[in-house]
């Protein structure tokens, strides 16, 4: 992996594969597609990755892929903590519904939490010598053939923070570049321009309400928390798991406008009493003075693409799904659908040519975007379901959502097979969707006779 000016590659057949977006989703594409032996350059307009707190807690199936990389033995040495339940709580801490990771098969029973800036740094120190990065480049558009193909993208070697909806309608100006590819990866977020230049439609939805994040140093050492819990309360989600160092993160559901204006010590105090509502969480106290000046708040949105590819383009990541992130799904799908993009381009390369590298074309391209289309469109159509489903059992807050939320809740955690059923699908390892015969019965309108006939695996 190198980190260089552009201007050092001048010709058009550099690369194999343009990225657009360093975040998790395009480092895992750049990781997953330089393995093949493919020349990747990888932009992003920032000039250096942005430390959030969201994109913290891994799930089975994506700790499946980083094994395979060395990024989850690096993220591990780096001091990750091992998780084995998602368990969603009543206010006063009794589970309500818990997710048990350990009935997983051997290898898949834990999640694993680390910071989302050392996750970045991992798949980053991971990235194959093929890899060039380009970061404070801004993607003005996308290049397309006379055919409508994606066969690249025009950069700006200026500021790479500019940005704004009327950048990509500029004339090519000196300082911009057009840098052709047989594959181009569009990794650029939920409101991807490479996404709306290849037309690609899909349905956005806005959660009605925010989220708030602050980090709690040394809190709870008395009793840290062991496992990712999420408290159901009467002004919403309060979510809790612990990173490395003793911390713990914690998330608060907020009205769209609650926070609006709010100075540090307001929203110390709006802080304090949010948590005081919870009982479970009041050991948390002396240490919420200091975390009010970590937060950081989120507009929530789910999006799901109408499809995942165009000739020559493929979305990964938020480009093409997003999900609320109490359901930690985002980041994981991000990081299979870059090794499924990188597994259905190999059953296409021809033989390295005489200089070692495999060679490209738009024909070999296309069959492999298809075969990826077709792998990750129903897969991820299933994800966003079961996201969405989770999310709103505890961030309803309209009484017939709560109402039904809360019985959801209750019934899926007394029915052993519904519950293995869940969990096997949170954890991403394949999609066994829940037939409208399952739904009757996770909110207890039928009895299941089946409900101790745990799957095996």
Known sequence: MTDHPLQ??????????????????GLAAARALGELGLQVLLLDKQR?????????????????????????????????????????????????????????????????????????????????PGVDIRRGTLVREALRGADGRVTGLVIAHGDGDSQGGGDAGR??????????????????????RLRRAANIAGRRVDYPRRLVSVELAGAGADSPPEDFSAYVTG?????????????????????????RGMGADRFA??????????????????????????????????????????????????????????AAQGMNTAITSAASLADQLARFLPAAGGDGRPRLDAAMVDAALDAYQAERRPLLASAAKTSANAARMVT??????????????????ANPRLLHTV??????????PLTPLDRLQQIGLLPDPRAHRVPVG
């Not at 807690?57 to 990389?69: D, E, I, Y």
């Not at 309803?396 to 955690?413: E, F, K, N, Q, S």
């Open 423 to 432: 969990t096997h699908n949170m954890a991403g390892l394949g999609p066994r």
């Open 269 to 326: 105090a709006w802080l304090g009493r949010a948590v005081a509502e919870v009982p479970a969480l009041t050991g948390f106290g002396p240490a919420l003075a200091d975390a009010a000046g970590t937060r950081q708040i989120f507009s929530v949105s789910r999006y799901l693409a109408d499809r995942f590819t165009a000739p020559g383009l493929a979305l990964v990541g938020e480009a093409g799904y997003a999900v609320h992130p109490m």
């Open 48 to 128: 250096a990755p942005r430390d959030i707190a969201k994109g913290e807690v891994l799930q089975p199936g994506a700790l499946r892929v980083l094994r395979r990389w060395g990024t989850e033995a690096m993220l591990r040495e780096r001091g990750g903590v091992d998780l084995d339940r998602l368990v969603v709580r009543g206010p006063d801490g009794a589970a309500l519904m818990s997710l048990d990771y350990g009935q997983l098969p051997q290898g898949d029973r834990g999640l694993l939490a680390h910071d989302h800036a050392q996750i970045l740094g991992a798949l980053t120190e991971g990235l194959p």
């Open 171 to 192: 004339s090519q100006g000196s300082a911009d570049r057009a840098v052709h590819a047989p594959l181009v990866v569009a990794a650029d977020g939920i409101s991807s």
């Open 8 to 25: 050092a590659h001048d010709g058009p057949d550099n690369y194999d594969v343009l990225i657009c977006g360093a975040g998790v989703a």
């Open 235 to 259: 002004r919403g989600l309060r979510l809790v798991y612990p990173l490395p160092g003793g911390r713990v993160r914690l998330y608060l559901q907020t009205e769209p406008d609650e926070l």
């Open 396 to 413: 309803d807050l309209a009484w017939p959502g709560r109402i039904v939320g809360r019985r959801a809740v209750r019934c899926t955690g």
